[in-house]
């Protein structure tokens, strides 16, 4: 029944469509025929390689991104070694995991596995 109510409003949706489409009247072109193909300028050519301005800037780009990604990933420290060195620095299992916001049992079990963790009991 539900396919049935979609399959109807659909139709009905199309039928507006066209109506409005006929209805609107034709405008008049006030802006000449523009050609199917603009013309071939002799620096466009696909044949040709690109302008040596283009190519440089292309390059230029492509070292920034280089450069942005060498730095995140110098400066992105992976989840372990975070733990590890907040760990290092005194905070317990439970600001670590507030900090990293991650369970508090996973710090632990995390911190235990690498025998880092010293028993409070």
Known sequence: AFLMELKDENEKLV????????EKPQRPQTQPDIPAQPPVLPEADESRDLPLHMEAMINEVEQKEDELNQKEQE?????????????????????IARQLKSGKTEIELFLKFRGKLKNDS
Do not use: D
Request: hydrophobic letters at 35%; zero cysteines.
């Open 15 to 22: 039928q507006e469509i066209r109506a409005n489409a006929e």
């Open 75 to 95: 400066a992105s420290i992976s989840y372990e070694e975070e733990a590890l060195a907040l760990y290092e620095k005194g905070l317990s299992p439970e600001e």
